[in-house]
């Protein structure tokens, strides 16, 4: 009797890992969700403009891109234009996944079925992490809604993930020696072949991803907070844009009862928490910080010249640009909320009812 006990449990765990959603809201969160729709007013008139999206969303038709276009591409770049145009596909993905689960009505979910499989048919990864950090909102509208996908539909959306993990992980862009094999470009690769990982479960690549976020926490983090990102362009924005997809993956790894990697110290003491630490002064307007005196980085070079907002050399650095951090931040250190809604202007909007959810999931398990 204990054995057949122990194997049945085994058993639920697997079918739990199987399907647990990691990368996207899972069913409690959704729930609490419904209830603070059903409740709240303010949420409900948020959840009206979400809904209304949604619906004109089922009017659309995909428009999958063969190769993703956006990194080294200066502003007005005929490729880059087609790629944005593409890439709004990306939230109406998710957008209809989410109105399918708080819904229940299956012309959501046969419309983002629909757009997913249009973009694993055309789209072919090429190894480009800056390209395929804009997959996100795929990755998360399937978590979302992969319990209910077909066998047949499930399949070449699936092999279409794994193949952009495994173009991310062959990369000739990872090679030993290669800048972009350390630098903000490697967080990125982490993250998407992270939530793919998780998405899928898909031991492999979430074993990968673990080695290799210590191996980057190491190499491209200082203990003094600093980053090699931040040394190489002497910008705060390439300080943000490298944090930002190490926050995300640690709590991913964090909601799959992972490791803690915003507070773990590699072996020289560098860490995600030192490195968020060291910009709050620069938030808080304690500092200020005058962008790309003395970046090493061409392409910078190169928007400044094509006048793009923000990459003048000598541009003081804006707070604002470091809410994607603080969003993400806050999760695992509640002190910064304050902070965030100051910075936030204290507005409360659709993305920041879904985030709280998550954060108070957390604290809800710490209890």
């Known amino acids: 009797m204990m ?68 990194e080294g591409l200066l502003k007005g770049n005929p490729k880059k234009l087609k790629t944005q145009q593409a890439l709004a596909d990306m939230n109406k993905m998710f957008v209809l996944a989410l109105q399918y689960q708080l819904s229940g009505e299956q012309k959501y979910l046969n419309k983002c079925v629909e757009f997913l499989a249009a973009w694993a048919k055309i789209n072919r990864p090429n190894g480009d992490p800056i390209d395929d950090t804009n997959l996100d909102p795929a990755v998360e509208a399937y978590d979302l809604i992969k319990k209910e996908i ?47 990982g998780y998405a899928l479960n898909n ?6 991803t673990i080695e290799n976020l210590k191996s980057h926490i190491n190499i491209n983090l200082y203990p003094d907070g600093t980053s090699l990102d931040f040394k190489e362009r002497d910008a705060m924005h390439y300080h943000i844009y490298d944090l930002e997809p190490m926050l995300k993956l640690a709590i991913i790894i964090d909601r799959a009862n992972g490791q803690n990697f915003y507070s773990y110290e590699s072996p020289k003491a560098s860490s995600i928490k030192k490195s968020v630490e060291w910009l709050i002064p620069y938030i808080n307007g304690e500092k200020q910080h005058e962008e790309y005196v003395n970046t090493t980085v061409k392409f910078d070079r190169d928007r400044a010249k094509n006048n793009e907002p923000g990459f003048a050399p000598g541009t003081m650095f804006k707070p604002d640009l470091a809410l994607p951090v603080l969003r993400f931040s806050v999760y695992f250190d509640a002190t910064q909320i304050g902070l965030l809604q100051k910075l936030s202007g204290n507005q409360k909007n659709w993305r920041t009812v879904l985030e709280e959810i998550e954060r108070n999931t957390k604290s809800f398990q710490n209890k």
Do not use: C
């Open 3 to 70: 054995r057949k006990f122990v194997i049945t449990v085994a058993l639920a765990s697997l079918y739990f890992a199987s399907f647990a959603q990691l990368v996207s809201l899972n069913p409690g969160e959704i729930k609490t969700l419904k209830n603070k729709i059903k409740n709240s007013e303010e949420i409900r008139k948020l959840y009206q403009g979400f809904e209304k999206s949604a619906s004109v969303y089922l009017n659309d038709q995909p428009n999958p891109i063969d190769t993703i276009r956006t």
């Open 203 to 208: 031991q492999e690549l979430i074993n990968w």
């Open 150 to 196: 077909s066998a047949v539909d499930k399949k070449p959306i699936e092999q279409w993930l794994n193949e952009t993990a495994q173009a991310e992980i062959n990369s000739k862009r990872m090679k030993a020696g290669r800048a972009t094999a350390i630098n903000n470009w490697n967080a990125h690769r982490l993250k998407i072949v992270g939530e793919i």
